[in-house]
């Protein structure tokens, strides 16, 4: 079953607008999440992460939130720029003998539009 | 920042034949690596950890006798896919993580099996 959910296959955004991805997870034991930007036939560039200690964590033009009660964390990127275009991963890790083994959602894609 | 390479980027083999995928650390040591694999238009499916001097652990449905993984060394993780068929053409990637927070990824490798 798929425990780490992106329900957006694709998101438009307008250059210089806030771009907002949304992920939902059903694992409690989840407590490391993972951002990555995704190009085809490359491999994922890591972006952002946040422990579940924390529901906020910035860097950059980057910025995650967890909500830890509702499961569920988003990625904004302010200003959004035309290479960001790309598909966009959500990641989770957590539970006993997990380290590092991440769940994935299944990506949303990302158009910047001039 | 941390890297992690992977060698070939592509590769094209006969049916039946093997292939050898390299993974390198190449700026932290990396007791553990993991190797993934994804399909067309689909997210990453984690196939198996890489422990360095031990077996490396699988993922339900995966075969251990096709994907055969030796972690040689704190910074080498190979994947070997022993007689490759076409369904085993895929894009092949590896990841390592130098602490909990952050998983850099690897390039990948397309495999091509005619």
């Known amino acids: 079953d798929q425990q780490v959910k992106q329900n957006s296959p694709s998101l438009s955004v307008q250059e210089g607008r806030i771009s907002i991805l949304n992920c939902d997870y059903t694992?409690?034991?989840?407590?490391?999440f993972l951002w990555y930007k995704k190009y085809p036939a490359e491999g994922p560039t890591f972006l952002i992460s946040?422990?579940?200690?924390?529901d906020k964590n910035e860097d950059g033009r980057f910025t995650v939130f967890l909500n830890k009660s509702a499961k569920h964390l988003s990625l904004h990127i302010v200003p959004s720029q035309p290479g960001d275009s790309a598909v966009y991963f959500c990641?989770?890790?957590?539970?006993?003998?997990?380290?590092?083994?991440?769940?994935f959602g299944a990506g949303t894609q990302v158009v910047v539009t001039p | 920042g941390a890297v992690v390479s992977q060698h070939p980027s592509r590769v094209i083999c006969k049916s039946g034949t093997s292939v050898k995928i390299e993974c390198r650390s190449l700026?932290?040591?990396?007791?553990?690596m993991f190797w993934y694999r994804q399909f067309p238009k689909k997210s990453l499916m984690l196939m198996a950890t890489?422990?360095?001097?031990?077996?490396?652990?699988?993922e339900q449905g995966v075969e251990k006798d096709k994907f055969l993984i030796n972690h040689a060394s704190l910074t080498l993780s190979t994947l070997t896919v022993t007689s490759a068929h076409p369904e085993d053409s895929s894009f092949y990637i590896c990841?390592?993580?130098?602490?909990?927070?952050?998983?850099?990824f690897g390039p990948g490798t397309r495999l091509l099996v005619l």
């Open positions: 990641a989770a890790s957590g539970g006993t003998d997990s380290w590092g083994k991440l769940q």
């Open positions: 700026d932290f040591q990396a007791t553990t």
């Open positions: 694992n409690s034991m989840f407590d490391y």
């Open positions: 946040i422990s579940s200690i924390k």
């Open positions: 890489s422990n360095e001097g031990s077996k490396a652990t699988y």
């Open positions: 990841s390592a993580s130098p602490n909990r927070e952050t998983q850099y």
